[in-house]
């Protein structure tokens, strides 16, 4: 299975409208309901240990709920049910994330445990069934940096 993440380039980046949605039978090769909420539920435990966990609340019982509401609108995207349209209607998922300093190093983290969990959790799948959630993630995560390519964000300085 190859998972790759493309690089970031500011001057190509795709527009939403011309993103395919993965393939939607994938949702239910995972495990449908279950399956997904379990792949969600990984990716979700290492994202809060990993270097952006600092985007993500620490208490458990908030990243449950975090885990539950985002995973909605992971699995609709997936193929699942339209759970997370009914509940929240049309939701910019850019201006979502636009109080967010993301910049690529962030992106590529974010991707980086997506793909450790798919590899992982998702490996009896077929191979092009997980490529196309993954490309998804790739190609959208993209949209969703908002800090300049050398902008170093706070969280970074911290750590020097």
């Keep these: 299975m190859r998972l790759e993440i493309t690089p970031y380039d500011p001057d190509h980046i795709p527009k939403e409208e011309e993103i395919p949605l993965p393939d939607p039978r994938f949702y239910e090769a995972v495990g ?5 909420a ?3 539920s990984e990716f979700y435990d290492r994202i809060v240990e990993s ?6 609340p620490q208490d458990e019982e908030e990243i449950e709920r975090i885990k539950a509401h985002n995973g909605k ?6 193929g699942g049910p339209k759970r997370y349209s009914q509940e929240m209607g049309h939701v910019d998922q850019i201006k979502m994330h636009k109080p967010f300093s993301i910049n690529e190093k962030h992106r590529t983290e ?3 445990t997506w793909r450790e969990v798919l590899e992982e959790e998702a490996k009896e799948v077929d191979p092009k069934l997980v ?3 993954f490309r998804f993630l790739d190609q959208y995560s993209k949209l969703l940096v908002n ?3 050398n902008a170093r964000a706070f969280e970074d300085l911290a750590k020097v």
């Design 32 to 36: 449908g309901e279950e399956g997904f």
């Design 38 to 40: 379990r792949l969600v």
């Design 51 to 56: 270097d952006i966990a600092f985007f993500f």
């Design 73 to 78: 609108y992971f699995a609709e995207i997936a």
């Design 110 to 112: 974010w991707l980086g």
């Design 131 to 133: 490529e196309s959630y």
């Design 147 to 149: 800090r300049p390519r």
